[in-house]
């Protein structure tokens, strides 16, 4: 079952060692700013993640997400991707 957006927030502010709720402004910011990228048609690469694209079309709009590497290759995808 996927993390709640509760759940994630947790999780991230232990890794970050703040408080939650400094934690919900980033990850909202985040979203926010992901999403104004998105109205614009224009795409998102973040290193370790892997690339976000809107491909608009005459009748219709397409989100992608492109994995990287090392997302592909934990999940057992072709990668060239090696641990250091």
Request: net charge positive; glycine share 8%; proline share 2%.
């Amino acid at each position: 079952m996927p993390k709640t957006k509760k759940e994630f927030i947790t999780l991230l502010a232990k890794r970050m060692n703040v408080d939650e709720k400094t934690t919900k402004q980033w990850i909202d910011a985040y979203t926010d700013t992901l999403i104004d990228i998105f109205k614009t048609g224009e795409g998102v690469t973040i290193d370790g993640l892997g690339g976000f694209y809107v491909s608009r079309r005459r009748d219709s709009t397409a989100f992608k997400f492109n994995p990287s590497q090392k997302i592909r290759h934990y999940l057992g995808w072709s990668s060239t991707y090696t641990e250091k």
